[in-house]
C-alpha cells in the first residue's frame, strides 16, 4: 500500500468476509500500513462488532452466506452512532447495478476483487481523512450554534 500522512496505529478497520483467506490478506495488508484490524464472518458478526467497537472504517464484501454486504451496510447505517461509519465495499460484482445498489445502501466506496493493494491503501486513507474531517465540521457547526444561541440570549438579555 503506500506512505502514510497519518497516524494509522489509533484506527480500527473492520474486515468483514466469509472467505477466511480474504480476512488474512486483508488484515496482513492493513496491519502493514499500521491499522489496528478487527474481522467479522458475515453480516451479522459485522453488525454486533460495531455495536460493541466503533471502527473507523468497515471493509465489507456483498457476497456474504445469510446476510449479504448490502443488506449489512443498510442494517450498519441504522445503528446509533455507526451511520457516519464509512463502508468500503469490496466485491467480485463488477456489474453497474450491485456498483449503483451499494452507494444506495450507504457505501462510500467501492473496490472490486482481485483487490488492486495500493489503491486499497490509499481508498482508506482518504476514507478515514474524510470521515476525520466530518466530525470536525460537526463539531465546528455544533460550537458555532452554541456560540451563536449565547449570543442571541446575551441581546435578549441587554433589550429588557
Known sequence: MGTNLIQNDAFLILVVDNDKSMRMLLRLALEQEGYQVAEASD??????ACQRRQPDVVLLDALMPLMDGFTCCAQLKKLP????TPVLMITVLDDPDS???AFEVGALDYITKPIHWTVLGHRVRYLIQQ???DRQLTQANREVERLASLVAQ???????
Open 131 to 133: 470521515s476525520q474531517l
Open 81 to 84: 452512532g455507526s451511520e457516519c
Open 43 to 48: 453480516g451479522e458478526s459485522c453488525l454486533a
Open 99 to 101: 456498483v449503483e445498489r
Open 154 to 160: 446575551y441581546e435578549r438579555k441587554n433589550r429588557q
